[in-house]
Structure formats: C-alpha cells, structure tokens
C-alpha cells in the first residue's frame, strides 16, 4: 500500500501507518490526489493542528469519496494509534481511486476497452497502447499484437515503460499475466503513468550533416542536432581544440517544438577539434569526435613550379603543406585540349610534404590542378607550356658563319 500512495503522492513523505497520518496532512493530500480540487490548501495546513486537519480530511473522504469513517479523527492524530486501524481505513480509498483511475484511463484510451485493473491487462494490449500514448511511436503496432503472446507483449511493454518513461517495474510481466493479479499492485503500477513523461535519452539524439573536415577562417560549420527521438531535456555543443583546449564559440537555433537544434561555429586556425553535443550532460550518440580544420591558402611550392617543360622529360617539384592543417593533396595533370588525364605520381615525403612528378608525352598546354581536402591551392590549375627542343632547327648558318 505505501508503494501505491508514492506512485499517487510521489511528492508527499509518507513512510508508515501511523506517526505520518497524525498531523493529517498526508490524509488531505489523499483525498486531493483521488479527486483534485477537494483540498488544494493541504500543503498550507499547520500540522500543529493534527485533530482538525483529521476532522477536515475524514469528513472531505465521507462526503465526496463515499469512504465510511471507520476512524475517528481523534483517533487518527494520536501518535499511538495502531497501523492495522489505519490501513483498514485506507483501504477503503481503493474503490473510490480505481474509479477515477479508470475513468483516466477510458479518456486517455477510448479505443481501448478497460474495465477492471486484473483480467483486462493480461494480454498486455492495454498495457503497450498506455505505453504508446504517453509518447507516439513507442508501441506503434500496439493494436495488432497477438493476444496469444501476452507475456512478450507485457514484456515489451514493461520495458520500454522503464526505460523511456521512467515507470518502475512493481510487478513482473508474469504477474501481470495472471488473471488473479492483485488489484492493489497494478492500480499502483498504473498510477505511474499519470506523472510519467518521456525520459531524455542520449543515445536516441543524433547529429546530421557534420563533415569530418572544415575550411578554417570565417566559413561557418553547420550540421542539425535531432532530438525528435530522444525526449526532453537540456541540449548543448562544445567544440574544443585539441591542441590547447581552447573552446570555440557556438550557436544554436532551437525549433519551437525543442526537436531539432541548428548549430554553426567557425574554426579560425588549423588543426583538430573535438565536437561534442550532450543531452543532459551525456554525450549523444557517436560523440565527442573529432573535425579537421583545414586551409589550401597555405599550401606553397618549396620552389616556383616551371613555366616551360619539355615533352618526354619528367617533371619534379615539392609541395609544403605544414601550416595547411590536416588533409590531403590531391593533383591531376590534364591536357585542356583533350581533356586527357597524363599519369602524374604524388608522394608523401615526411610529415609535411609532398614530393610530385609527371612526364609530359605531347607538346603544347598542360593544365595541373592541386587541391588540399578538395579546395584548390592558390593559383590552381596552373598552365605550363610543354616544348620539344628536338624539333628546333636553325636557318640561314651560311649567312651567320660569313658575318
């Protein structure tokens, strides 16, 4: 029975059957629970004033709640009552209670029929569809589970209530099964469910659309938060630098409905970054990670890359990357004419450089592109000129020699 004044009083101390009733405070607070407005002020009562607020609360219960005073408030507020007389006199309240309870129920479920708290919840139906309505899509086949797999179905049910409701698991599944259930126990369990909201899930929040890479300076870095799945609670996103833990400024746009949660931030320097986001202090799913901040405006040639090449010769030059931040160096050799990719060859010498080669096979412009983390470098493509000397021939050496 205490577990079942905690589910309907979860905000009243109520610790035993005797010394807790004599101020009749928790007694008025009964009453109000059953039939809200019947006794609003109890918390305002002097629990000096234990006979009269008795009186007050065992004649509120008689009057609106057909319960027979079978206690005299005298009684009642004496500290050396008996707790067998004042659970009798409380049991009296479960009749009252299952009717408003019920009454709850048919209005939250009309679909659903329930009539009793024992054989109506054996199957587990009216258990998932309870499950459902709480927060749509818990039990969204609720009404097309099998009657014959009662215990799975209260299983389910029981579990998921535990988990994103928050509801305790006062009996077993197996117990609510049994069509001699006690009445008492699933009045108790059920009465949860009025209190009960969605619990906030880390795991079921998610972050849509962050790179795992991002251009450094003032480009901002956008992705979504979803929290659509996940419940209520306090949504935020750190982004950390990883060298010297330097925090970076973030924003965030929250939808009315507090589901979806827009973030931006921008990376001034190179380097890696830990992006977290937290859903009441716990990391959601996937997080904390890491981003790269990259910047292809720092990528520069260890010497100036030639003008003019000449065909069937290779081509060589080196690449600094150092202060470009994490990535990679992509090149590509193109004849514009043709659009023929050439063969070019790019190796990576060291930590922070690159070592590239081509040989030109035709003469004429050849375009070579380079890109760091797919943004192109500074002055990219660049066009060189492809000649064979070969084909160079001198005219008129008869005239130059008699000069």
Not at 190 to 203: F, I, R, S
Not at 291 to 310: E, G, N, R, T
Not at 358 to 369: E, H, L, Q
Request: proline share 6%; hydrophobic share 40%; with cysteine.
């Amino acid at each position: 029975m205490l577990d079942w004044l905690h589910a309907l009083m979860p905000e009243v101390p109520v610790a035993n059957f005797t010394t807790d009733w004599n101020s009749g405070i928790v007694l008025c607070s009964l009453v109000d629970h059953i039939q809200p407005g019947l006794c609003t002020n109890y918390e305002s009562l002097n629990p000096n004033d234990g006979e009269t607020n008795c009186t007050l609360g065992v004649d509120l219960a008689e009057k609106h709640l057909k319960v027979p005073p079978v206690v005299d408030p005298v009684d009642l507020a004496n500290p050396l009552i008996d707790e067998l007389s004042i659970m009798t006199y409380l049991s009296f309240f479960c009749d009252p209670y299952a009717a408003n309870l019920l009454a709850w129920l048919q209005h939250k479920l009309p679909d659903v029929p329930i009539k009793n708290f024992t054989t109506d919840w054996n199957n587990g139906l009216a258990l998932a569809a309870l499950v459902d309505s709480m927060s749509p899509g818990l039990i969204p086949n609720h009404a097309s589970l099998p009657k014959s797999r009662a215990l799975q179905n209260c299983t389910t049910a029981m579990d998921l209530a535990e988990e994103r409701l928050g509801v305790a698991k006062l009996l077993s599944p197996a117990d609510l099964t049994d069509p001699k259930v006690d009445q008492l126990l699933v009045m108790t369990y059920v009465t949860q469910y009025q209190t009960a909201t969605l619990q906030a899930l880390a795991k079921q929040c998610r972050a849509v659309g962050l790179p795992l890479s991002a251009r450094a300076g003032n480009v901002p870095v956008k992705f979504r938060i979803d929290a659509s799945g996940s419940g209520t609670g306090k949504v935020d996103a750190y982004i950390t630098r990883q060298k010297d833990g330097t925090s970076v400024s973030v924003s965030m746009i929250t939808s009315e409905d507090e589901k979806m949660h827009d973030v931006s931030f921008c990376v001034e320097d190179v380097g890696v970054y830990e992006v977290d986001v937290k859903l009441n202090d716990d990391s959601i799913a996937g997080m904390p990670r890491e981003l790269s901040a990259y910047d292809a405006s720092k990528v520069i040639f260890v010497a100036p890359l030639a003008q003019v090449i000449f065909v069937n010769e290779t081509c060589q030059f080196s690449i600094d990357v150092s202060k470009a931040g994490p990535g990679s160096l992509e090149m590509e050799v193109v004849d514009p004419e043709t659009s023929l990719a050439l063969k070019a060859d790019l190796q990576e010498v060291g930590d922070a450089n690159y070592e590239a080669t081509f040989t030109p096979t035709v003469v004429g412009k050849i375009s070579v592109r380079l890109s760091w983390e797919g943004d192109s470098i500074p002055g990219s493509p660049f066009g060189i000129s492809v000649c064979d000397p070969t084909k160079v021939r001198a005219y008129g050496e008869e005239q130059i020699g008699r000069a």
